[in-house]
């Protein structure tokens, strides 16, 4: 008896902490408010660990780049040609495939002022558009949840396929939730033990922490019903690579073509931290990501969704220029971005590549903040305030 209790009292923890991810106003998914065809969704994925930009976009005319990594340097033959400059590493042939089709825009030397070259540091910096000297406890995502979900009736919502919730998801008053997948989020939330404990509820509310418990239980069941009922709308036919990435993008393709109100997907893959044997790991890791969202972007196209998305891809910092003893790179700083969609005004090489002649300490010098694209998709795709979410005024770009 005391292990079956200890393991319900295991399962109320875990539920209880996913309910405390779960925005307030999924509730009103139940009320049967459907978002309309045209509905503009913008999905994240997160190259996580520090992705070698360098190697990424690739400078192939330039012999300080072969210098400067006589071993690790991509040869100019093998890379991808995107133009007369730059090149694209050949495990990333699909993304070439998007280039060529007019749905792939890249971003050379984004980054921001005093860079940090610490992980944690360097993603909350990401995650909370804050300033490198600001400490920021909410996430910009986070942010644009409570603006646009303060008082609307059709409130939106933004998911995070992982266990945890990233930062970049945390508001003060919303928040996204983590899944890695909806069956098992509802088959849990509907298991009898949890359905007895909330009719008990009317004679354990004297204590707020139990109510509360309670609130957000009753909550979490409720919406996980709702996710799961959107989610079986639309199934996949599509061959999604049978990789951790794969199956994370075939969930979102799933939600996507279905009714849900959601706005804000986020993903994380790596890690990109190649300090020994980049070669080999990069290119692995290359190759997954191509492969999910050639079928992804597919799939899309099929189901006439390309138009509505947009993914933005991102990593904490690029690495230095120059390769180190053990066969890969150390933390660096300025980096490239992808953006992926149907409905890019601009697309191809939407900048400068890396200026490698003016580098400070062995580092690229960024020219493009982060925050003017976080600003821009704010704006432009999302129909937000981004001067209120980013808390203050950045340029905006031209590819939406």
């Not at 945890?164 to 996204?176: C, Q």
């Not at 983590?178 to 509310?205: I, M, V, W």
């Not at 919406?223 to 951790?244: L, R, V």
């Not at 931290?273 to 079928?295: C, E, I, M, P």
């Amino acid at each position: 008896m005391y292990i079956v209790n200890r393991r319900r009292f295991l399962q109320v923890g875990s539920l209880a902490s996913a309910a405390m991810l779960m925005p307030k106003f999924l509730k009103a998914f139940e009320s049967g408010a459907l978002v309309p065809p045209g509905n503009k969704v913008l999905v994240i994925v997160q190259l996580s660990g520090g992705n070698d930009g360098l190697n990424t976009i690739i400078p192939y005319r330039n012999d300080i780049y072969y210098r400067s990594r006589p071993a690790l340097g991509i040869k100019r033959e093998t890379a991808l040609s995107l133009n007369d400059e730059l090149g694209i590493h050949p495990s990333l042939d699909g993304l070439k495939a998007l280039y060529d089709d007019g749905s792939l825009g890249i971003l050379n030397n984004v980054g921001y002022p005093n860079p940090d070259r610490s992980h944690f540091r360097s993603m909350d910096i990401w995650h909370s558009a804050s300033q490198s000297n600001e400490i920021w406890n909410d996430g910009w995502v986070g942010r644009y949840l409570d603006a646009q979900c303060n008082g609307c009736d059709k409130p939106t919502q933004a998911l995070e396929i992982d266990d945890t919730l990233s930062l970049a998801l945390k508001g003060e008053r919303n928040k996204g939730l983590a899944l890695t997948d909806p069956g098992r989020l509802s088959n849990t939330s509907n298991d009898r033990f949890f359905k007895e404990l909330l009719q008990q509820h009317a004679h354990e509310d004297e204590h707020h922490n139990v109510e509360y418990l309670y609130k957000t239980m009753g909550e979490t069941i409720s919406s996980a019903a709702y996710i799961q009922q959107q989610f079986k709308t639309y199934q996949s036919k599509e061959n999604y690579p049978a990789t951790e990435l794969g199956r994370n993008m075939k969930t979102i393709a799933n939600l996507i073509m279905s009714d849900i109100n959601t706005k804000v997907y986020y993903v994380s893959h790596g890690s990109f931290d190649t300090h020994v044997n980049q070669q080999d790991q990069q290119a692995r890791l290359f190759k997954q990501l191509s492969d999910a969202l050639t079928v992804f972007t597919g799939d899309l196209k099929k189901n006439n969704r390309f138009q509505d998305v947009v993914v933005m891809t991102f990593s904490e910092f690029g690495r230095r220029v120059g390769q180190n003893a053990s066969g890969g790179t150390d933390h660096g700083t300025a980096n490239n971005m992808f953006l992926i969609g149907g409905g890019l005004k601009k697309q191809g090489v939407l900048n400068e590549g890396p200026d490698l002649m003016n580098l400070k300490d062995g580092d690229l010098q960024y020219k493009l903040d982060f925050k003017s694209v976080y600003a821009t998709l704010l704006d432009k795709w999302l129909g937000a305030n981004d001067r209120e979410i980013l808390k203050a005024d950045y340029t905006k770009l031209d590819f939406i």
